[in-house]
């Protein structure tokens, strides 16, 4: 059935580094992502989103890439740091999903070493 | 960014007893909400969709009749968890929307725990 998964369960990198997690996506009627932020015990925090219109979108120290030809979705984090460590969820919703349903993916959990 | 507030942050309760659980949007008005389950290490399940003045739209295999939703003004929606049993315990978390297709934002979430 359709589902959002990515492609590593986990990532660790060194402070300063930077990060990119990634995001497949199996229904090609979708067409607004978004990336959230989840830190332990708390909601999703939204960082960047982009239609699919667009393949590239840029905010602070994240870009959200999205490749539609092979369903791809990404968020890079430049200079990732220590309070960036937290679960990494990618989600769609498409055209006609009633009130804008969104499909969230199984998560990345990003851990940052200092 | 928009914020969306929950109470209780955590509750207790023993096997049983209904939790009413609030979700409010502080600075929009939320035209749609969400209530979202997520059991530990796993992704955010939707269990319903909850529009102002309407019934609550209900995922597959989410009983309503457990988990009623009520959607009473533009900043306010409520999940009561009827009949609590050990294994509803989990992080529920609302998300508020303010127009179709726009961004949803998410509460900080309520732990509950049915003893």
């Known amino acids: 059935g359709e589902s959002v998964g990515l492609h590593l369960p986990t990532l660790s990198v060194q402070e300063g580094d930077n990060s990119i997690i990634n995001c497949a996506y199996s229904?090609?009627?979708?067409?607004?992502f978004i990336w959230y932020k989840q830190e332990s015990g708390k909601g999703p925090q939204f960082i960047i989103d982009?239609?699919?219109?667009?393949d590239k979108r840029q905010g602070q120290r994240v870009t959200v890439l999205l490749n539609k030809t092979v369903k791809h979705l990404s968020l890079q984090i430049a200079a990732t740091q220590p309070g960036d460590s937290a679960v990494y969820f990618c989600?769609?919703?498409?055209?006609?999903?009633?009130?804008?349903?969104?499909?969230f993916g199984q998560g990345t959990i990003l851990t940052v070493h200092p | 960014g928009a914020v969306v507030s929950q109470h209780p942050s955590w509750v207790i309760c023993k096997s049983g007893t209904s939790v009413k659980i609030e979700c409010r949007s502080l600075?929009?008005?939320?035209?749609?909400m969400f209530w979202y389950r997520q059991f530990p290490k796993q992704s955010l399940m939707l269990m319903a969709t909850?529009?102002?003045?309407?019934?609550?739209?209900?995922e597959q295999g989410v009983e309503k009749d457990k988990f009623l939703i009520n959607h009473a003004s533009l900043t306010l929606s409520t999940l009561t968890v009827t009949s609590a049993h050990p294994e509803d315990s989990s992080f529920y978390i609302c998300?508020?929307?303010?127009?179709?297709?726009?961004?949803?934002?998410f509460g900080p979430g309520t732990r509950l725990l049915v003893l």
């Open positions: 982009i239609r699919s219109n667009m």
């Open positions: 909850s529009n102002e003045g309407s019934k609550a739209t209900y």
């Open positions: 229904n090609s009627a979708s067409d607004y």
């Open positions: 989600a769609e919703s498409r055209e006609g999903t009633s009130y804008g349903k969104l499909t």
């Open positions: 998300s508020a929307r303010f127009r179709a297709r726009e961004t949803q934002y």
């Open positions: 600075d929009f008005q939320a035209t749609t």
